[in-house]
């Protein structure tokens, strides 16, 4: 639907200034304001007025001058990532991940709270606790714009609650965002896993790498976040993204919903540490996986038979999950990553690079690309950060209709 709202000269005062900063922050070696004009093709006056703002609120500073042939050198300007920051928690079952990340994205702090046995309300003090360290670890905790948080759909994000998501039970209706907020006195935000995900790898990625893209998230579950024209795709309720339910193996292993072979069964760490029977000393899979998942990835790298079977099969499951997301939405990338694709990437990127050159049933013209992802095992926790800085600083057409 076309929207009817319009615009005024402080929504495209501030649309200009959100649009440089990304410019700037986006260049590790800075630019200059000749470069600016090239790129946004706005006038000198503007830009000069522009970037004497961003100066002045400790945005961006001059980092040196550069000269090429004749004529005046250029003097570059660049980030200055210490300007803001925005704390990122990520709500898992195996762990929950605190981070405080800084304007360009750079990971300033990282902890961890160990969920096992703790309600959710001791969780919740636990989590508001280390936030508050990482805020007062500033030398000027202003700096902080907020507090993001990432965790599980399907989730309420008009009211900040978390619904019924299947791995956390004990956080059935929890208003999070609200009590979170409370807990550190900061604004807060409350995001789909997937989506958040989606947010911080648009927000590390270089300038018009990504457009039409989906985040494949491996964690405890599998998810996509998706991006149409470098924009975070939602949906209706913020709950896009749930691909548990896609059939990638008729034979696989029976899923609760009454199939066989559904993309998220057939992923899940308790079945694949199972299939490769690991944890072999306790027959049994930890709530915390990590160093199982570890071990069987070391396994596999050696060749060990039961281990490079158990992941090969996965990594054809998860092609064969592309092709049908890719033939659906007609995309140009796919970022992977999450908390267990990060432990298993290096067996399982080699293995599901090889096994989406031989899928069937392509139907676009193009192939995938496959990148991964630049956030590491943390990626949900600096997504949700930078749920915060997108919001504050990423210049979207949307930003300037006015609102209200």
């Not at 989590?127 to 599980?152: C, K, M, N, Q």
């Not at 956390?168 to 999070?176: G, H, V, Y």
Request: proline residues 7%.
């Amino acid at each position: 639907m076309l929207s009817t709202r319009g615009s005024n000269l402080l929504g495209v005062g501030n649309y200009n200034q959100a649009l440089i900063l990304d410019l700037i922050r986006r260049s590790p070696e800075g630019m200059s304001r000749v470069e600016l004009a090239e790129k946004t093709g706005l006038s000198a006056q503007t830009l000069t007025n522009v970037t004497r703002r961003l100066a002045a609120e400790g945005f961006i500073a001059e980092a040196g001058k550069v000269g090429s042939g004749p004529g005046k050198p250029r003097t570059m300007l660049a980030l200055e990532p210490s300007a803001r920051f925005a704390i990122g928690v990520h709500l898992d079952p195996a762990v929950t991940t605190v981070v405080l990340l800084d304007l360009a994205g750079h990971v300033v702090h990282h902890r961890e709270v160990q969920p096992t046995g703790s309600s959710s309300q001791q969780q919740l003090e636990a989590i508001g606790a280390v936030a508050r360290e990482l805020v007062a670890s500033l030398p000027d905790p202003t700096r902080v714009l907020g507090v993001g948080i990432a965790a599980p759909g399907p989730l309420d994000t008009h009211t900040g609650r978390l619904l019924n998501p299947p791995l956390l039970p004990e956080w059935t209706e929890t208003p999070l965002r609200h009590e979170l907020a409370l807990s550190t006195g900061l604004p807060a935000l409350l995001e789909k896993d997937v989506i958040a995900a989606m947010v911080g790898e648009l927000w590390v990625t270089p300038g018009g790498e990504l457009g039409d893209a989906l985040f494949f998230y491996y964690g405890a579950g599998a998810g996509v976040g998706l991006s149409l024209a470098g924009t975070p795709l939602r949906g209706a309720t913020s709950n896009a993204g749930d691909i548990a339910h896609l059939i990638v193996d008729p034979d696989g292993p029976a899923c609760e919903c009454g199939a066989r072979g559904c993309l998220g069964v057939s992923l899940e760490p308790a079945t694949l540490l199972a299939d490769a029977r690991l944890p072999a000393s306790t027959g049994s899979v930890p709530r915390d996986p990590r160093a199982s998942l570890d071990d069987l990835c070391r396994q596999a790298l050696s060749g060990s038979a039961r281990p490079v079977a158990v992941l090969t099969r996965a990594a054809e499951r998860i092609a064969r999950g592309l092709v049908q997301l890719d033939n659906l939405l007609d995309l140009t990338d796919a970022v992977m990553g999450g908390p267990v694709w990060a432990r298993l990437s290096p067996f399982m990127g080699p293995a599901v690079a090889d096994a989406l050159g031989r899928a069937g049933g392509v139907a676009t013209v193009n192939r995938l690309t496959l990148r991964e992802s630049r956030l590491g095992t943390d990626v949900a926790a600096v997504g949700a950060a930078c749920l915060v800085l997108d919001g504050a600083f990423t210049a979207r057409p949307s930003h300037l209709l006015i609102t209200g």
